[in-house]
């Protein structure tokens, strides 16, 4: 007859010390084992999400050769166009080498729109963040005009010496009745 094994009182009874966080063991030795969910994962770190596509799922196999875009064809995003518009073109003819699609008319007007609209929102963010650059820059200049602020103690003095003037006042005003019956006639009437 076995007798099973009795359950360690400071063990959560899978193994873990009731003290260890979770992802630590001890072995049979008494030194603990430190257990990970993979091997781009430790403890205490958080896990990140890829947000571009996943490649492991992707079809490798090259594209068939006519749809391969050449540096020939750099001549057909360009033509008839004005010189003004060639960032637009050579974005366009990135965006088609990138997706690997030969020129035809309809899609470099597809790929030439898709570039006005990417540089568009690429100048718009550049000169935000350019407009946010120079205002911190102008608000750090002129907080470096101002003076420093008084302290604890200049405060403490002032307050003070306020305290002192009032207090002069006060007992100039109780020795001299005359002064106080003048200044109570005047308020009066």
Known sequence: MRIPPVADPR???MGRPLFAPRG????GSG??????????RSLGMATTTTLGPDISGQNNAAPPVSSIITDNDLARFMAGRPATERAVDLMAFA?????????????IDRFRQEAATAL???AFRYMHNAVEQIRREAMAEQLSRLGRPPGFGTLLLANLLALAIAGLVAAWLVLH???????AGLLSG
């Open 11 to 13: 063990s959560d009874g």
């Open 24 to 27: 630590i063991r001890p072995n």
């Open 31 to 40: 030194a603990c084992v430190v257990l990970s969910d993979g091997p781009n």
């Open 95 to 107: 965006l088609a080498a990138e997706k690997r699609q030969a020129p035809s008319d309809e899609t």
């Open 120 to 122: 568009s929102e690429y």
């Open 177 to 183: 009745p005359a002064t106080l019956a003048g200044l």
